[in-house]
Nanobody
Framework: QLQLVESGGGLVQPGGSLRLSCAASGFTLDYLTIGWFRQAPGKEREGVLCISRRGGTANYADSVQGRFTISRDNAKNTVYLQMNSLKPEDTAVYYC?????????????????WGQGTQVTVSS
């Protein structure tokens, strides 16, 4: 059974950086497409970035363009979300999601497996 565990969230000042990790167990990362989503209070879950099992990446949130990047380390079975120049509007619970499908999607329904989420709060 595939399990995903996010880590790296926390409280950071505006302009700061965080790196979130999504560690997969029970399945080799080579076969997984991984998406990062976030959900702020009172808002719908939105897709942020995705990296496919083929290595392609997709950005689904214009607001993070140039600030967030996604990468993966297959040897560690971990996907990372590097977040720079953080803004208060980036505050949300961040989730990673996985599926065996070959392509990315910004639809939460595309992904079968989800982590528990990690809170990111950007505030002075």
């Amino acid at each position: 059974q595939l399990q995903l565990v996010e880590s790296g969230g926390g409280l950071v000042q505006p302009g700061g950086s965080l790196r979130l990790s999504c560690a997969a167990s029970g399945f080799t990362l080579d076969y997984l497409t991984i998406g990062w989503f976030r959900q702020a209070p009172g808002k719908e879950r939105e897709g942020v970035l995705c990296i496919s099992r083929r290595g392609g990446t997709a950005n689904y949130a214009d607001s993070v363009q140039g600030r967030f990047t996604i990468s993966r380390d297959n040897a560690k079975n971990t996907v990372y979300l590097q977040m720079n120049s953080l803004k208060p509007e980036d505050t949300a619970v961040y989730y990673c999601a996985a599926d065996l499908k070959s392509y990315c999607s910004d639809s939460p329904g595309w992904y079968k497996y989800w982590g528990q989420g990690t809170q990111v709060t950007v505030s002075s």
